[in-house]
């Protein structure tokens, strides 16, 4: 068996101008197969969700994407010279700092001087709607505020990429909705490039321009659907609800295909 490639992921822009592109990427660990041959692409300002079930290699891809890992053969690059700003199920902000003193972090570590991060760190809650809570420490927020102050830590990164995996999981359906309209605002506010990886084919009809679902055992894009409806979406809106029930569809023999093995 001849050795695959290894190519380092690069942050040179793409001769094709996409702001991510993935190209041939297999990723192993042990001799184990996570993710085979990942061609996919995101366009600038594009939100895309991966969706699949539960150890398809969403979190790998999304590592990879990062920076945070290697693929084993293939090559990743994405725009621009900053990394994607990476946001994960849990917001991990610092308890003993305000909301506004964990944007600031992260102002910091990117270089704004002191005397500009309070402003700057108050304007990025304010994109998120929490100004006014900007001098609260992350146990006086709700589970949806302490989001939104991780969500404008990500964007305080100035990367054109965000990254986003399963950030809603853990918050109940209310809440969730609310941050699905919130989201969608903030994109097309920013401008930003987003891979939000989900396994809630809801959460997936209702976000996404582009839903790409991946199987398993290894990790593979197994159907794509561009999604042409107007936001704000909601799922109970007929075309929503009937896209929802498509994935779904697909979803449940990838699911059953490997439960018969």
């Not at 990025?124 to 505020?145: F, T």
């Not at 830590?153 to 209310?174: G, K, N, T, W, Y």
Request: hydrophobic share 45%; with cysteine.
């Amino acid at each position: 068996m001849t050795t695959p490639q290894v190519v380092e992921p690069s942050l040179a822009q793409p001769p094709t101008a996409t702001a991510v592109a993935l190209r041939g990427v297999t990723k192993a660990y042990d001799g184990r197969v996570v993710l085979q041959d990942i061609t996919l692409s995101a366009e600038p300002g594009e939100f895309v969700c991966l969706l699949g079930a539960s150890g398809c290699g969403k979190t790998t891809l999304l590592n990879l994407i990062a920076g945070l890992d290697r693929p084993t053969a293939g090559n990743v690059e994405v725009i621009g010279k900053v990394r994607p700003a990476l946001m994960f199920q849990e917001p991990a902000l610092f308890p003993w700092l305000s909301a506004a003193g964990n944007v600031e972090l992260a102002l910091r570590l990117r270089g704004v001087a002191k005397a500009e991060r309070a402003a700057q760190a108050r304007e990025l809650l304010d994109v998120v709607r929490l100004a006014d809570a900007a001098g609260k420490r992350p146990h006086e927020l709700s589970g949806g505020m302490r989001q939104r102050v991780a969500l404008a830590r990500a964007l305080a990164q100035d990367s054109p990429v965000l990254l986003m995996d399963e950030p809603f999981a853990s918050l109940d359906a209310i809440t969730r909705d609310v941050l699905h309209e919130e989201l969608v605002r903030v994109w097309q506010q920013t401008g930003r490039t987003i891979l939000f990886v989900t396994h809630n084919v809801r959460e997936a009809a209702v976000l996404a321009q582009r839903v790409v679902l991946l199987g398993s055992r290894p990790g593979r894009i197994i159907h794509e659907w561009p999604v042409d409806l107007p936001q704000p979406r909601r799922i109970e809106a007929p075309d929503t609800s009937a896209l929802a029930g498509e994935i779904t569809g697909h979803l449940r023999k990838e699911i059953a295909r490997h439960g018969g093995h």
